[in-house]
């Protein structure tokens, strides 16, 4: 049974570039929710997506953006790349929007030089 | 008032101590409520639910007080294993999912 996972797990960029971040979810789960977790910090929502749709969102700007595709599968982007971009992206699946339990993937670190 | 805030630590103690880790939560209308275990570099793990009466998983005891809006983490007789970030994460109705405390570091010492 294949856990969520992350790739790529590693990312090096510069300023002002583009990322794309990619997340497969857990077997059985229709919900993919995306945090960005700064060192020594606990993850950040930036948003959730379920049925291909954007369900909620925290407190991101619009240079984040994303997709799910109707295999759950879920990607995401960010633009205009900061320093302060730099950190651990997760995702996590669940089996529903509703505040189940979330499983995380291994994370991919990004860093913004 | 933070959404969830826990006591960052570290928490040095010898093994087979008991600790404790409390985390307050601001929002009186929360329902879902878990603690989860993050190692260093690593992805945060689901350690427990935390139910209404309360819940034990072996050495952990997990309980929620919400008259006074927290949740806790009993851990007894402490192994070298135990040494983690311990995350209370807590559903804020009508906002995000989930949201995580900022942790609170455990170390284990022989």
């Known amino acids: 049974d294949a856990g969520v996972t992350q790739s790529p797990t590693h990312l090096i960029k510069t300023r002002g570039q583009q990322v794309t971040l990619r997340c497969s979810p857990k077997?059985?789960?229709?919900?993919v929710s995306w945090y960005q977790q700064a060192l020594g910090q606990g993850p950040q929502f930036i948003f959730q997506?379920?049925?291909?749709?954007?369900?909620q969102r925290g407190n991101f700007p619009d240079r984040f953006s994303g997709h799910q595709y109707p295999n759950y599968s879920s990607e995401l982007n960010v633009n205009a790349l900061l320093l302060g971009d730099s950190a651990l992206y997760l995702c996590?699946?669940?089996?529903?929007?509703?505040?189940?339990?979330?499983?995380f993937g291994n994370g991919t670190r990004l860093t913004v030089t | 008032r933070k959404e969830v805030e826990q006591d960052p630590g570290p928490f040095n103690v010898p093994e087979g101590a008991t600790v404790a880790f409390n985390c307050t939560y601001s929002?009186?209308?929360?329902?879902?409520f878990f603690w989860y275990r993050q190692d260093c570099r690593k992805e945060p793990k689901l350690l427990m639910s935390?139910?209404?009466s309360g819940n034990e998983d072996g050495r952990f005891t997990a309980q929620l007080n919400r008259a006074s809006q927290y949740i806790s983490l009993l851990i007894r007789d402490s192994k070298l294993s135990d040494s983690a970030t311990y995350l209370c994460?807590?559903?804020?109705?009508?906002?995000?999912?989930?949201?995580f405390g900022k942790g609170t570091r455990l170390s284990v010492i022989a």
């Open positions: 997506y379920y049925e291909e749709e954007e369900r």
């Open positions: 994460v807590v559903n804020i109705p009508g906002n995000t999912p989930l949201v």
């Open positions: 996590a699946s669940s089996r529903d929007f509703n505040n189940s339990p979330l499983h």
């Open positions: 935390v139910y209404s």
């Open positions: 077997s059985g789960h229709d919900t």
């Open positions: 929002n009186s209308a929360s329902q879902s």
